[in-house]
């Protein structure tokens, strides 16, 4: 019998400075802070491997916060302490995350010998008052550079990511942006593009409040959803998800597990987990994770039957194949017209969903393309 695959979520929450429209649990810190939290990280990894021996992990995410901040020699034993607590499969996706203003070539070097295959650098945007704006540490300049010390490092698999509707963003600047991006020496292999949203707690939620908000109007946003769609396809980029983009065989593994349900394992602060249908998540504490990095578990729900067809639904139609009705019918005994059939004929009445077969592949749910376009209105429907 083959073991059940497993992916893993490492969170860094550190970073030089938050930006303006950051919600992620990340805060700058002392470098005694960063050494104490790396121990109780090894220390949770140590412990709660020893339930995973059954395991294969097929992908890791180190993200953040910034985990180019770290060192090459602690990135190495970050991997070490996976590799000695869980089987990894030989053509496992090894994500980072990088801000390029807290990379080096040394690093580079250091971070794929240690293993890492896979690199995710947060480029946002190639204007300079846009990244000014954004409170991002680099500049245009210092990214491409950095993505070059990454390719001559002997990495072949990189996303970047990019924003759109940001404040004092305009359709023209917006293009630039991914032209630059899709003129890079050798072109990335993916590309995530995000529309900002603002969050609340922010600085860019309390400029909002006071009108200091620049941002787009609501028809030049939409045309930068549509630019994002038609330029990309012309280089050759197909769109997997709703805000990613990948040349064909550089889908990110590891978040296609998260839209599938695949289980996967969560360390550090506020990190979430998906083990047999339990969802649970670490404490946002930083010193009860120092303290108890082990003990830190909260927020444990085990989900109904019912609530895991909600999540098949609405995350599996976050990716464009949409979901298998073979893989629906061989989890829960009932096709997905059993349980939702009134909502599936509306909207497929509508021309927002569609059933397509797959050559060798089967039957799919998808969204069409108006569907993508309404997508959070869609989803919403498969709440019960």
């Not at 969050?199 to 006071?210: I, L």
């Not at 590891?254 to 047999?276: E, Q």
Request: glycine share 8%; hydrophobic share 35%.
């Amino acid at each position: 019998m083959n073991p059940k695959e497993l992916e893993l979520y490492i969170h860094i929450p550190f970073c030089v400075k938050k930006c303006s429209y950051c919600d992620f649990l990340s805060a700058p810190a002392t470098e005694q802070t960063r050494e104490a939290y790396m121990a109780a990280l090894f220390a949770e990894i140590e412990g709660r491997a020893k339930d995973y021996k059954d395991r294969i992990v097929t992908s890791v995410f180190i993200g953040g916060g910034t985990p180019s901040l770290l060192s090459g020699d602690r990135i190495n034993q970050l991997m070490e302490h996976i590799r000695e607590g869980f089987t990894l499969a030989e053509d496992a996706e090894i994500t980072m995350e990088v801000n390029p203003g807290t990379a080096t070539a040394e690093k580079f070097t250091a971070f794929h010998a240690a293993g890492i295959n896979r690199l995710s650098i947060g480029m946002q945007s190639a204007q300079e008052k846009e990244l000014k704006m954004l409170g991002r540490i680099h500049d245009f300049g210092s990214f491409v550079q950095v993505y070059r010390e990454a390719v001559e490092a002997g990495f072949t698999n990189i996303n970047v990511d990019v924003m759109s509707g940001l404040p004092g963003q305009t359709l023209a600047s917006y293009r630039d942006t991914l032209e630059k991006v899709l003129h890079l020496e050798p072109m990335p292999q993916h590309i995530s593009a995000y529309s900002l949203i603002v969050e609340e707690g922010t600085p860019f939620a309390a400029m909002a409040e006071r009108g200091e908000l620049p941002l787009p109007e609501e028809d030049t946003e939409r045309a930068m959803y549509e630019e994002t769609i038609e330029v990309l396809a012309k280089y050759g980029f197909h769109r997997y998800e709703i805000s990613n983009y990948a040349l064909d065989g550089y889908e990110c593994r590891h978040n296609v597990g998260y839209w599938i349900r695949r289980d996967y394992l969560g360390f550090g602060i506020g990190a979430a987990s998906l083990i047999d249908n339990v969802r649970f998540q670490n404490g946002r504490d930083l010193n009860t994770y120092l303290a108890h990095s082990f003990a830190c578990r909260e927020e444990e729900q085990s989900l109904t039957t019912q609530e895991q067809m909600e999540e098949t639904m609405f995350l599996g139609l976050r990716l464009v194949r949409g979901v298998s009705y073979e893989d629906f019918e061989k989890q829960y005994g009932k096709s997905p017209e059993e349980v939702y059939g009134k909502v599936i004929a509306k909207n497929v009445a509508d021309g927002l969903l569609t059933v397509r077969e797959e050559e060798n592949r089967g039957r799919y749910l998808a969204l069409t393309k108006r569907g993508l376009d309404l997508s959070n209105y869609v989803m919403a429907q498969f709440l019960f």
